[in-house]
């Protein structure tokens, strides 16, 4: 009898531990309720963390990032060229807002070749894309051509006194004064600056525009300086963006601005070359 009792202690004994068991490893808390302790952010906090991360820098956002960039695209540039030709590049181009500036280079022995482009997207010196009128438009060219002495560079330069060569007296502003001539159907507008020649080119029947043309660019030298040429300088000024060119001497080389449509932007890439 003691027997049966004992083995019958020893079953509901076994039975009471093992559903004890059962209850202790059946979590007491939800999963989410196990996870570490970490203080609620108030609402809006983690939309805010977002909004203080650092966003990658914009390359060509303002003016000032756009300048900065002009720097390191000119700096690429001049490495390109690979010469030994001691040549000056602009400190800048104008370009249009949101645009970056390439360029494609050629060098030979005696002269250097950059085309200048504006682009919507960034491309590097000498990208293939750059000759896609879809992706980049170009917006200046400058030759710069080594001759073998300075006389010979001089003679590529059409320098004319314009006070010298007659014509009929223009008032320009600023105590200066143009003058005019026409022939051919062109009428042309001259005056000198210092070392420099420049004239405006307009047609006989719309002779105020090359007028007007004239004395906006009397005007923005007032505020700007040419490049100081050695021996000399000239400018054609064109008032139907056809023909822009800005030539001058720096002792045996030969500087030459084209494929410019803007007469005064023209002037302002010229000026940018005064160092």
Same mark, same amino acid.
């Given at each position: 009898?003691?027997?049966?009792?004992?083995?019958?202690?020893? &079953?509901?004994?076994?039975?009471?531990?093992?559903?004890?068991?059962?209850? /202790?490893?059946?979590?007491?808390?939800?999963?989410?309720?196990?996870?570490? +302790?970490?203080? +609620?952010?108030?609402?809006?906090?983690?939309?805010?963390?977002?909004?203080?991360?650092?966003?990658?820098?914009?390359?060509?956002?303002?003016?000032?990032?756009?300048?900065?960039?002009?720097?390191?695209? &000119?700096?690429?540039?001049?490495?390109?060229?690979?010469?030994?030709?001691?040549?000056?590049?602009?400190?800048?181009?104008?370009?249009?807002?949101?645009?970056?500036?390439?360029?494609?280079?050629?060098?030979?022995?005696?002269?250097?070749?950059?085309?200048?482009?504006?682009?919507?997207?960034?491309?590097?010196?000498?990208?293939?894309? &750059?000759?896609?009128?879809?992706?980049?438009?170009?917006?200046?060219?400058?030759?710069?051509?080594?001759?073998?002495?300075?006389?010979?560079?001089?003679?590529?330069?059409?320098?004319? +006194?314009?006070?010298?060569?007659?014509?009929?007296?223009?008032?320009?502003?600023? +105590?200066?004064?143009? $003058?005019?001539?026409?022939?051919?159907?062109?009428?042309?507008?001259?005056?000198? /600056?210092?070392?420099?020649?420049?004239?405006?080119?307009?047609?006989?029947?719309?002779?105020?525009?090359?007028?007007?043309?004239?004395?906006?660019?009397?005007?923005?030298?007032?505020?700007?300086?040419?490049?100081?040429?050695?021996?000399?300088?000239?400018?054609?000024?064109?008032?139907?963006?056809?023909?822009?060119?800005?030539?001058?001497?720096?002792?045996?080389?030969? $500087?030459?601005?084209?494929?410019?449509?803007?007469?005064?932007?023209?002037?302002?890439?010229?000026?940018?070359? $005064?160092?």
């Amino acid at each position: 009898m003691k027997k049966i009792l004992f083995t019958f202690m020893l &079953l509901s004994f076994s039975i009471i531990s093992a559903c004890t068991d059962k209850e /202790e490893s059946v979590p007491n808390k939800s999963q989410e309720e196990q996870q570490p +302790n970490v203080p +609620n952010k108030p609402q809006g906090e983690e939309h805010e963390s977002h909004e203080n991360q650092q966003e990658p820098p914009k390359t060509n956002t303002g003016n000032t990032v756009a300048s900065n960039t002009q720097a390191e695209a &000119l700096k690429n540039i001049k490495d390109q060229l690979k010469t030994d030709l001691p040549i000056i590049l602009p400190k800048g181009l104008p370009l249009t807002k949101g645009t970056f500036l390439s360029a494609t280079t050629k060098a030979e022995t005696n002269q250097v070749e950059v085309l200048f482009f504006e682009s919507k997207e960034f491309l590097p010196i000498n990208d293939m894309k &750059l000759k896609n009128s879809q992706t980049a438009t170009a917006i200046a060219r400058l030759v710069v051509k080594q001759y073998q002495n300075p006389k010979e560079a001089n003679e590529q330069i059409s320098y004319q +006194n314009f006070s010298q060569n007659g014509g009929q007296k223009v008032d320009l502003g600023y +105590n200066i004064n143009g $003058y005019q001539d026409a022939g051919a159907g062109s009428l042309w507008t001259g005056w000198n /600056e210092g070392r420099w020649a420049l004239a405006t080119h307009t047609r006989t029947e719309n002779p105020e525009a090359g007028l007007k043309l004239a004395k906006q660019a009397v005007q923005f030298l007032e505020t700007h300086m040419l490049p100081i040429p050695k021996q000399n300088g000239f400018a054609r000024l064109d008032v139907y963006k056809s023909g822009n060119i800005i030539v001058w001497q720096d002792e045996k080389l030969v $500087y030459t601005l084209d494929s410019i449509k803007e007469p005064l932007k023209a002037l302002e890439i010229a000026t940018s070359f $005064y160092h």
